[in-house]
């Protein structure tokens, strides 16, 4: 029933910019919290961004801040991660996260994933 449904995803040179989509369905989506967490081979999936909410309050991993932006609308139960001035270290699969509550930095802590889409930065 809870579905999360990520899009945009992509290719795109170092330096250039993504915007990040996931859709939710089957949740009271203005209850939750949502993040923004990636993976790649070999790792565990980590936290990137979080947001309340209402969208009044946002939290950034360290090699993010200044480049990421999480947004929401809860009108269309949508959670944003607007990409700038993307790096080939944030080559990764991007999955999105809804938390009724917990600790927004831990994965363990979330109720739903998205299924993940991929961002690819070539140098």
């Known amino acids: 029933q809870v579905q999360l449904v990520e899009s945009g995803g992509g290719l795109v040179q170092a330096g250039g910019s993504l915007r990040l989509s996931c859709a939710a369905s089957g949740l009271s989506f203005s209850t939750y919290a949502m993040g923004w967490f990636h993976q790649v081979p070999g790792k565990e999936r980590e936290f990137v961004a979080a947001i309340t909410w209402r969208g009044r309050s946002t939290y950034y991993a360290d090699s993010v801040k200044g480049r990421f932006t999480i947004s929401r609308d809860n009108a269309k139960s949508t959670v944003y991660l607007q990409m700038n001035s993307l790096k080939p270290e944030d080559t990764a699969v991007y999955y999105c996260?809804?938390?009724?509550?917990?600790?927004?930095?831990?994965?363990?802590?979330?109720?739903?994933w998205g299924q993940g889409t991929q961002v690819t930065v070539s140098s």
């Open positions: 996260g809804a938390q009724r509550r917990g600790s927004y930095r831990d994965g363990q802590e979330y109720d739903y």
